[in-house]
């Protein structure tokens, strides 16, 4: 593939535990690396719930600590945009 979709969930909770040690985001950021992804894309999902209701704050902690993680494993986080989305209320 050439690019990838690493969707993030911005709802309490759910991204602390898809960012934690074993979580799901983690893992596939890590799997796309590992298949030779060189390109991604992160959405970051449910940004409508009620503990985000579209918080500039709630988005800006979960791209730096996304961020972060994506540079230790290998990808350039200056080059990866991020965008809030809302696949229940269709924004994008």
Same mark, same amino acid.
């Given at each position: 593939?050439?690019?990838? #979709? +690493? !969707? #993030?969930? =911005?709802?309490?909770?759910?991204?602390?535990?898809?960012?934690?040690?074993?979580? %799901?985001?983690?893992?596939? =950021?890590?799997?796309?690396?590992? +298949?030779? /992804?060189?390109?991604?894309?992160? =959405? /970051? *999902?449910?940004?409508?719930?009620?503990?985000? *209701?579209?918080? %500039?704050?709630?988005?800006?902690?979960?791209?730096?600590? /996304?961020?972060?993680? +994506?540079?230790?494993?290998?990808? *350039?986080?200056?080059?990866?945009?991020? !965008?809030?989305?809302?696949?229940?209320?269709?924004?994008?």
């Amino acid at each position: 593939a050439d690019c990838a #979709v +690493l !969707v #993030v969930p =911005a709802a309490t909770g759910e991204f602390e535990a898809g960012i934690s040690k074993d979580g %799901q985001t983690r893992e596939h =950021a890590l799997l796309a690396y590992t +298949l030779g /992804v060189k390109q991604m894309i992160c =959405a /970051v *999902n449910k940004m409508d719930e009620k503990s985000c *209701n579209y918080s %500039q704050t709630r988005f800006e902690e979960i791209r730096k600590e /996304v961020s972060s993680y +994506l540079k230790k494993i290998g990808y *350039n986080p200056d080059k990866i945009p991020f !965008v809030p989305i809302s696949g229940w209320t269709g924004d994008n």
